[in-house]
């Protein structure tokens, strides 16, 4: 939303990565769960052994309980008490997509992307994601339209 207002909207990516890797968090976190890849604990939907038969790259031992979407809030909430932040469906932010080439040398405070463009940024993984890279909370990837595991979370700013 440009300009920014008090109504209802997708998160920013900065909003969503925030909320998902440092709120609330003493150290930004690299997964949803504590500890390295794969999950040792029930930690999120995330392509596993019940879709092992249809998916290539699944997490090794790991068995959530779905093999598509679960119903949201089935797995334990961060330590700010967001739910679903990775896995069970990757989420669509506002921000248009674009590769940042100077990420590392120059801090940007709070972006919010180009003002157009083609695909919109998705962050977090799915219940599709199994990679060790597609897991991690810093994760994004880009679509233009719709796809089975791919949904969205409302945000709206404090007043």
């Given at each position: 939303v440009r300009p920014p207002n008090t109504g209802y909207r997708l998160p920013t990516e900065a909003e969503w990565?925030?909320?998902?890797?440092?709120?609330?968090?003493?150290?930004?976190?690299?997964?949803?769960?504590?500890?390295?890849?794969?999950?040792?604990?029930?930690?999120?939907?995330?392509?596993?052994?019940?879709?092992?038969?249809?998916?290539?790259?699944?997490?090794?031992?790991?068995?959530?309980?779905?093999?598509?979407?679960?119903?949201?809030?089935?797995?334990?909430?961060?330590?700010?008490?967001?739910?679903?932040?990775?896995?069970?469906?990757?989420?669509?932010?506002n921000d248009y997509y674009t590769v940042y080439p100077s990420a590392g040398t120059t801090l940007v405070r709070d972006p919010l992307g180009p003002v157009s463009?083609?695909?919109?940024?998705?962050?977090?993984?799915?219940?599709?994601?199994?990679s060790i890279s597609e897991l991690r909370l810093s994760y994004r990837d880009y679509s233009r339209g719709p796809r089975p595991d791919l949904g969205f979370r409302i945000a709206r700013y404090a007043e």
């Open positions: 990565a925030y909320a998902a890797r440092a709120y609330q968090r003493s150290q930004p976190a690299r997964y949803a769960w504590s500890g390295s890849y794969p999950p040792t604990t029930l930690a999120g939907n995330y392509a596993d052994a019940r879709i092992a038969d249809t998916l290539v790259d699944v997490v090794p031992g790991y068995d959530d309980g779905y093999r598509g979407t679960a119903p949201p809030g089935s797995y334990p909430a961060s330590p700010a008490g967001w739910y679903d932040l990775s896995g069970n469906v990757a989420e669509w932010v463009g083609q695909h919109h940024v998705v962050r977090g993984s799915s219940w599709r994601h199994g």
